[in-house]
């Protein structure tokens, strides 16, 4: 057997150039199919989370927890008036900058925020009751945009506020700035006006109930989830380009190692005179394969690798990251492989109809 292993090397190297070629090719497609799968699996993380304990109550046709909603404080009176123990106003909106940066701003309610939002803290400490209404508490993807740190003064719509923490919740409020509800009131110019009520799920209320013209009821996480499916659908597309070129690739490959097989066909029917079985044969076609494929997907999953550290992808202010998950890497893995086995085919298939005593007496 490694007699077969050493022969199949010794052709590659043969026709070293064109393999270069090959895999980097291939690395191509590793590339850009496990960059994307990573995209995918980060925008399902940072935006498909669904708070099954929490309702939310905004304005219709709105993406309430990103942008768009704005409720009377007069909403949050009639719900307390419903009954409610917990009425949790917030503010979610963005602002530019002269730079046309756009930040995004959470105003949170000090007294209860902390029981509504999981959060970890990197670094300094949490937003509490009694705080400068200058204070800010950054998500880590936000700082890490701004490079700040602990302490810093950062500007928001022109005004200045302290950096007192770093946190991380693995959603997209990682983009956000959060500071108190009254300094994001006062920021917005919106008076006592917020951009939804969070309330708890106690059967008061249900997903689709109407509250009032032009206000709606909806699960926590459904309104921005629903934004985000644009982005998700785009990604599919572009999946499924990648898996197609993919597929050419491959297919390419296998018609350059029957070309290679073609070349050396003379030497192995004589292989297989001298005692080699067929499976033999079939193992030297196959190990061609198998070093283009982990070669081609080497490099492609270190590119993969490096690329977020070169490139950070902002969509509407969302700085999103790929994910790499080993369970989702190695699915890939055997995806890909299992294209690569489907180019093998095409020298298997052509070396089975070979008839091997023909083309010796030829010879």
């Known amino acids: 057997m490694l007699t077969i292993f050493w022969i199949a090397l010794l052709d590659l190297r043969s ?16 590339f850009a199919y496990i960059e994307l799968t990573g995209y995918q699996l980060s925008i399902n993380a940072q935006f498909h989370f669904i708070d099954n304990d929490y309702l939310i109550i905004h304005e219709a046709d709105t993406a309430a927890e990103y942008y768009g909603s704005r409720l009377s404080p007069i909403i949050g009176e009639e719900l307390t008036s419903l009954g409610y123990s917990r009425v949790i106003p917030a503010v979610h909106s963005f ?53 700040a740190n602990i302490g810093d003064t950062i500007s928001l719509r022109g005004r200045d506020f302290q950096v007192v923490g770093i946190f991380k919740t693995g959603t997209f ?3 956000d700035a959060w500071i108190s509800l009254p ?27 109407t509250f009032g013209q032009g206000i709606v009821v909806s699960r926590r996480g459904e309104s921005v989830y629903a934004s985000s499916k644009q982005y998700l659908e785009l990604l599919k597309l572009f999946a499924f380009v990648i898996q197609c070129l993919g597929f ?12 290679i097989t073609i070349l050396h066909q003379y030497p192995l029917a004589l292989m297989r005179v001298y005692g080699f079985s067929k499976i033999s044969l079939y193992i030297y076609i196959l190990f061609q394969a198998v070093v283009i494929f982990i070669f081609g997907f080497m ?7 490096l690329f977020p550290l070169l490139y950070q992808l902002n969509v509407s202010g969302w700085v999103i990251l790929p994910s790499f998950v080993f369970s989702e ?15 093998v085919l095409i020298p298997i298939l052509w070396f089975n109809r070979l008839n091997l005593s023909k083309l010796l007496r030829s010879e």
């Open 15 to 30: 026709h070293w150039r064109v393999i270069v070629v090959m895999i980097l090719f291939f690395a191509i497609n590793v």
């Open 95 to 147: 602002t530019v900058t002269a730079g046309r940066e756009i930040q995004f701003i959470y105003g949170i309610d000090l007294e209860q925020y902390q029981d509504v939002e999981r959060f970890q803290l990197l670094a300094g400490r949490a937003l509490k009751v009694g705080d400068s209404q200058r204070s800010v508490m950054l998500g880590t993807l936000f700082a890490e945009k701004i490079k």
């Open 173 to 175: 409020t990682d983009n």
């Open 183 to 209: 300094a994001a009131q006062t920021l917005l110019g919106w008076g006592e006006d917020v951009s939804y009520y969070l309330v708890p799920d106690s059967g008061v209320l249900k997903t689709g109930d």
């Open 248 to 259: 050419g690739t491959v297919i390419t490959m296998g018609a350059l190692i029957l070309r």
């Open 299 to 305: 490099i492609g999953f270190g590119f993969a690798l």
């Open 329 to 343: 890497i190695l699915r890939s893995f055997g995806y890909l492989f299992g294209f690569v086995l489907i180019g």
